[in-house]
């Protein structure tokens, strides 16, 4: 089972822009990969998706503002968000699957505030 560890996360203003990365202890070339975020008081939602071929999927609330990456050379999947709101505060969670099998990473604390 792959092991997944966020980091990147932190405290940034209204506006503003966070890079968050997710390394994996193993091959990912063949997992899907994919961003959580759980937000206080809410279940944990996904935030973006990235199948093995490179399709990608984000849902309407963070489309145009959360892009996910990947580099399978080096094992490491990233979430750019920009424009962040403060609705925005959460932790984030990287996520894989490779056939039956899923990982979670431990998640990183995003905190949007003025």
């Known amino acids: 089972q792959v092991q997944l560890v966020e980091s990147g996360g932190g405290s940034v203003q209204p506006g503003g822009s966070l890079r968050l990365s997710c390394a994996a202890s193993?091959?990912?070339?063949?997992?899907?990969m994919a961003w959580y975020r759980q937000r206080p008081g809410n279940q944990r939602e996904l935030v973006a998706v990235?199948?093995?071929?490179?399709?990608?999927y984000y849902p309407d609330s963070v489309k145009g503002r959360f892009y996910i990456s990947r580099d399978n050379a080096k094992n490491t999947v990233n979430l750019q968000i920009n424009s962040l709101k403060p609705e925005d505060t959460a932790v984030y969670y990287c996520?894989?699957?490779?056939?039956?099998?899923?990982?979670w990473g431990q998640g990183t604390q995003v905190t949007v505030s003025s």
């Open positions: 996520w894989c699957r490779g056939g039956p099998v899923e990982s």
């Open positions: 193993g091959s990912i070339r063949f997992n899907a």
């Open positions: 990235m199948s093995s071929d490179g399709n990608t």
